[in-house]
């Protein structure tokens, strides 16, 4: 299957559904070219623009190539290099002290700057594990909808990506895959030419919903009462599969009954548009199994986005479209993978585990957190930050509670990382990692279902070290000699999976390595007979998990927190909702520094209505200030009917130090939560708009 190997076989580790597969051609010991593998069917040959520009990153002249600690105050990025040994020392003397005295002051602070199993979870939980450290809630992205899915669908599953192609109706909802999922796009388009009508549904005209048949601009945070109402026409109208509802589904009386009470009417009321756009969207929904939605992160990240992503999947067990393998729904397929979480990450290492549980920090709070002084509720003030595979200070929420943490003296903060990103400045200690073209790692995918092997292409640049390394260093230095923090990263890699699971039909290790991918056996029509891996073995549309939690054991929706019918005081103030999702040229705040990508992205704006700009006196091109009370940043303004009107749209995540004012969207975001998984609110932020 794969041809020999004048490259070397890597897989993209950024964060995005499509994971692709890489060729690196290497020269001379050089990467000097990435592309995409022909021979690997999700990536049918094709990386995006950015991942394209991997060498450039990878051997960019402002790669950290050495450790190297502070000397001058905290937050002004002054550094000078120092060798391993003496930073080995630093780091276990300060958290050996620690961790001796209040481990849980110690916090550990990562998400996906890697999406590699081994690079991303593995050495850096365990050695956290073992010194008993506060454990981290790594929920700013998905964990709202990964929650929706959990109560509906028992896990994050769904239809496989290569049958969107044969679809015949496809709703993009909350999802810009031109810029974020890409090789969906592609299906999507071949669908498209094949006659299928593409609607997206996202207040903001994309990339992607300017080349759908239909847009509906719906108001930020309303796409709970946007499903809801699609279920009162599917109901009202005998829209349903009735045999389907019978043999798959739980709880449909109590279902409808909720749906009921959200009439076309009510519905368009909230979402603010056409009572006949909700009838005609539920009537096309319905008029073919082949129906497809890809729901995607963007609709999650609001009060109710739980809530939404529950009402939104059971939509195709309503109309039975789980019979047709061009039917049903797609948020994350990263469930079908038989990740083995508790041999990578090693829980049992806690001490007094699992009778002591360790504090948990929601990452979304990180500038509460680092701003805490400490009481018996919170527990022991952090002392301790350890941050890899992420760069909190641009994008994490209520950024100037983020850098006001970060730049507490008494706050021992080490950072591994490739580039000095904003948070890197606030380093005491800034430690090199590799790139995926230099370390070995395992994967799965969130938008696939081929589970991915990645193998050093180069050697590591300067003296940078695979996290993996870093962390058995530290633990080297600290004298600790738990065998299962030196395990080397292939045993790691080779324990990621459990083997045994029918998915990955007899492979091992030795096998994914040597093909670079596997695909997982799972059936094309994964629900058409039902099979979802709920306590019921059905769709719940009720949940008796959630009743049990004390929570509304049916999909409902909720108003977001900053809304008019949220907070209408507030709204009164701040009348905009802002919202700012990425950029097609930065992966969140990577790639912001590779200044080809920056120059095609500009610099930061923000996009406004005509007549919400009229009203300001605001004209296209002007430089505006965008404020609420938690603060403030500057752009450029874009006068645009891309924004609907009442919205605010600022492309992200710059990083703060490359854009003029120094500060980026996220000086305005909120540290409010979802409503389930305890999720990040980026879309559910009020603010008014001036000129500056
Ligand atoms: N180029 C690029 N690709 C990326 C990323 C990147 O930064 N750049 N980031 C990666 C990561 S980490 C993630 S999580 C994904 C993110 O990508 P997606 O999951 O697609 O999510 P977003 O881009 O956040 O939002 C998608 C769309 O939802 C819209 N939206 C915002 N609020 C709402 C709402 O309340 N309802 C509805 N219906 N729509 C709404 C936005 O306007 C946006 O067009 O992409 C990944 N891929
Ligand atoms: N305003 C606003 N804020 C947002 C969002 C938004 O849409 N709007 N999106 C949110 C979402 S969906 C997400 S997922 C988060 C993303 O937040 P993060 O996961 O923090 O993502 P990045 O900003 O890409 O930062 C990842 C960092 O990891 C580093 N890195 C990569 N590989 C490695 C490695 O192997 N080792 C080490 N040590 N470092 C590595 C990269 O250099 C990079 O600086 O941002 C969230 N913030
Ligand atoms: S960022 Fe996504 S689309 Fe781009 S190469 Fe990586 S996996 Fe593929
Ligand atoms: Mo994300």
């Known amino acids: 299957m794969n041809a020999p190997t004048e490259f070397a076989r890597a897989v993209c580790p950024h964060d995005c559904p499509d994971t692709c597969a890489m060729r690196v051609t290497v020269e001379k010991g050089r990467a000097v070219k990435v592309s995409g593998d022909p021979d690997h069917p999700p990536t049918q040959g094709v990386l995006c623009t950015k991942v394209t520009r991997y060498a450039e990153r990878v051997h960019h002249p402002k790669r950290l190539t050495q450790p190297m600690k502070r000397v001058g105050r905290k937050g002004e990025g002054h550094f000078e290099p120092i060798s391993w040994d003496e930073a080995c020392r630093i780091a276990a003397e300060r958290l050996g002290e ?149 043999a798959h589904t739980h709880g449909f009386d109590a279902l409808k009954a909720r749906a009921l009470t959200y009439t076309p009417a009510r519905v368009a009321g909230i979402c603010g548009i056409e009572e006949q756009v909700v009838v005609d ?96 509720a919170f527990g022991p003030k952090v002392e301790a930050i350890v941050v890899y595979n992420s760069n909190p200070v641009a994008v994490a929420p209520e950024s100037a509670k983020v850098a006001a943490g970060f730049a507490r003296e008494d706050l021992f903060t080490i950072v591994l990382e490739q580039f000095q990103t904003d948070t890197a400045d606030y380093a005491d200690l800034l430690l090199p990692a590799t790139t995926q073209l230099e370390h070995l790692d395992v994967h799965k995918s969130y938008g696939h279902t081929h589970v991915m092997a990645n193998l050093p292409a180069i050697s590591p640049v300067g003296e940078a070290r695979p996290n993996t390394e870093i962390f058995r260093s530290i633990a080297r230095a600290m004298g600790l000699t738990e065998p299962a923090l030196f395990e080397s990263d292939e045993d790691v890699a080779a324990h990621a999976f459990d083997w ?11 096998a994914l390595k040597r093909e670079g991918w596997l695909k997982l056996n799972i059936a094309e029509a994964p629900f ?19 009743a049990k939690a004390g929570l509304d054991p049916l999909p409902d929706y909720l108003p977001p927190h900053e809304s008019a019918d949220g907070s209408p005081e507030l709204a009164a103030r701040y009348p905009l909702a802002m919202i700012s999702p990425p950029a097609r040229n930065f992966l969140n705040s990577t790639f912001v520094n590779v200044e080809s990508l920056r120059a095609t992205e500009g610099e930061p704006h923000v996009d406004l209505h005509p007549a919400d700009a009229a009203h300001r006196e605001i004209a296209d091109g002007d430089e505006v200030r965008v404020f609420n009370d938690r603060g403030s940043m500057r752009a450029r303004a874009r006068v645009t009917d891309r924004a609907r009107s009442g919205l605010v749209v600022g492309l992200s995540i710059w990083w703060k130090k490359l854009a003029p004012d120094g500060r980026n969207a996220n000086e305005v975001t909120s540290q409010a939560l979802t409503d389930l998984g305890g999720s990040a609110t980026f879309y559910d932020c009020l603010v008014e708009v001036e000129r500056a």
């Not at 209040?102 to 550990?108: D, H, M, N, Q």
């Not at 045994?500 to 030795?510: C, E, N, R, V």
Request: glycine content about 10%.
């Open 98 to 246: 620690i961790g001796q005295r209040a481990p849980e002051a110690i916090l550990p602070y990562s998400y996906a700057g890697t999406m590699g199993l081994v690079q991303g979870d593995s050495i850096a939980q365990r050695f956290f594990h073992k010194l008993g450290a506060s454990r981290l809630e790594r929920a700013i992205c998905a964990a709202a909808g990964a929650a929706g899915l959990r109560y509906t669908f028992g896990s994050s599953l769904g239809m496989l990506t290569e049958y969107f192609a044969e679809s015949e109706v496809i709703l993009i909802w909350g999802a810009n895959p031109i810029a974020s999922n890409l090789h969906f796009w592609t299906r999507a388009q071949e669908a498209k030419r094949n006659g299928a009508k593409l609607i997206a549904i996202d207040p903001y005209r994309s990339l992607t919903a300017e080349k759908c048949h239909q847009h509906i601009a719906l108001k930020p945070g309303t796409d709970g009462a946007l499903a809801l109402g699609m279920m009162h026409v599917l109901i009202t109208e005998d829209r349903l599969d009735h045999d389907y509802i019978a």
């Open 281 to 376: 969207l539920a009537r096309l929904y319905a008029s073919t199994r082949k129906a497809a939605i890809r729901m995607n992160y963007g609709l999650q990240r609001v009060r109710g986005g739980g809530n939404a992503v529950r009402a939104i999947a059971c939509l195709p067990a309503l109309t039975g479209a789980w019979r047709e393998r061009a039917g049903g729904v797609l948020l994350s397929s990263s469930g079908w993978a038989p990740v083995d979480a508790n041999a990578l990450q090693r829980p049992d290492l806690i001490p007094g585990w699992p009778q002591h549980q360790p504090r948990i920090v929601n990452m979304n709070q990180i500038g509460d957190a680092l701003t805490h002084t400490g009481d018996a």
């Open 500 to 510: 045994s699971d029918p998915a990955l039909g007899g492979a091992d290790w030795a």
């Open 528 to 546: 058409a007979n039902g099979g979802f891996r709920t306590p019921t073995g059905k769709c719940e549309f009720h949940s008796e998990v959630l």
